[in-house]
């Protein structure tokens, strides 16, 4: 497997424009985190899912951001309209139940990120 | 609520120095615990992990031991390289499946 894909690697865009970021979970895997990571607040969950449901969106800023999962091999996170505080690196993460195992002793698996820039 | 507390960074040492990060935590109920490595550009790598007390989680000379009695998860290596320059990350994830971060400690080793 690839790996979790995350696209584009960077973004620069202008203030007030829409900014969607995508990822493609490892396959087979059935939770997906989205997490933001600036120097200032370090890395933070934004929301998550599993079997494609929002489980917990309480780390999402504000009405500006959104995200969705249509299906098990794509979500995306949209930010509209984009601020420069929105500038960091995204990060996409996916896991799995292990067979024998309690979800909590997996691991994530972490995408390379894209580094968003607001100005 | 979950919470991970690590040492301040950022930490400098010679190659081959002995490294120590600490990291304490707060959790409902009995956590998984994990140590993630982020090389510069790049995403979030699992180092090592423990899932009960008293667990050591090892990879790559690196170790750390799940202590209950004292909520810690310390990550060691006897001798580091300038390799190992990254940012670690301690977390810890309990049933209610998110993981919880550290704020990270960046680590620079210089030969």
């Known amino acids: 497997d690839a790996g979790v894909i995350q696209s584009p690697r960077h973004e620069v865009t202008e203030m007030g424009q829409e900014v969607t970021l995508r990822c493609k979970p490892i396959s087979g895997h059935d939770y997906l985190f989205w997490y933001r990571q600036t120097m200032m607040r370090g890395l933070e969950l934004l929301i998550y899912?599993?079997?494609?449901?929002?489980?917990?969106d309480s780390g999402m800023p504000e009405d500006r951001f959104s995200a969705k999962m249509p299906n098990a091999s794509f979500s995306t996170l949209k930010i509209q309209p984009s601020e420069p505080r929105d500038s960091a690196v995204y990060f996409c993460a996916s896991s799995s139940r292990d067979r024998g195992l309690a979800v909590m002793n997996t691991e994530a698996f972490f995408g390379q990120g894209t580094r968003l820039t607001v100005v | 609520g979950n919470s991970v507390t690590q040492m301040e960074g950022p930490v400098t040492l010679s190659e081959e120095a002995f490294l120590t990060i600490n990291c304490t935590y707060t959790a409902t109920g009995y956590p998984s615990l994990f140590w993630y490595v982020q090389y510069p550009g790049e995403g979030l790598q699992l180092l090592l992990k423990a899932t009960k007390a008293d667990d050591k989680g090892s990879n790559k000379g690196f170790e750390a031991t799940y202590r209950k009695e004292t909520t810690s998860f310390h990550l060691e290596k006897g001798s580091v390289q300038v390799s190992d320059s990254a940012v670690y990350f301690c977390?810890?994830?309990?049933?209610?499946?998110?993981?919880?971060f550290g704020e990270g400690t960046q680590l620079t080793v210089n030969p």
């Open positions: 899912f599993n079997n494609n449901v929002p489980i917990d």
């Open positions: 977390a810890l994830r309990t049933s209610g499946s998110r993981l919880t």
